[in-house]
């Protein structure tokens, strides 16, 4: 809980690595961009490269499934931010083979653009189980392909 992609890029050996996986399926930046001293939306997005890079290096073969930054209700001026790193990573993503990138935010949304309370605990951070099932079906449509 709490980590951030700098946590990861001095864990992902000990993590992922380690294990072998035929497929990583992987969720981070909220926590880099969100929180009180949060870093920009590039640099985040540097940082999450350099560390698909990185599983890449290690696991050559492996699917990697990057997830989007969701906008979530508790930090609304972080929402730029997060849609700078997302729109890098989904462009990196693009070019590199068996890396997908998963955007969730649509399905998190209001029509007004405005992240959907119901799909919230009262943090306004964490989905709740509402929240998870509109991941699973977002998730599952890519991973299941």
Known sequence: GGSKTTDWLRLYEKRIVKYSP????????????QDGNGVSGIENAQNTIQLLRRIRKKLKN???????????????NAWGEI???????????GREKNICY???VPATLLPDGTPN???FKEDGIHPTKQGFKVWNRVIGKKVNR
Not at 22 to 33: E, K, Q, S, T, W
Not at 85 to 92: E, G, I, P, T
């Open 117 to 119: 309370p119901v799909l």
């Open 83 to 93: 849609d700078a790193s997302n729109k890098l990573v989904r462009q990196f993503c």
């Open 22 to 33: 035929d497929v990583v399926l992987f969720y981070c930046g909220a926590n880099d961009i």
């Open 62 to 76: 492996v699917k990697i499934y990057y997830i989007s930054i969701n906008h979530c209700i508790r930090n609304p």
């Open 102 to 104: 998963i955007n969730i």
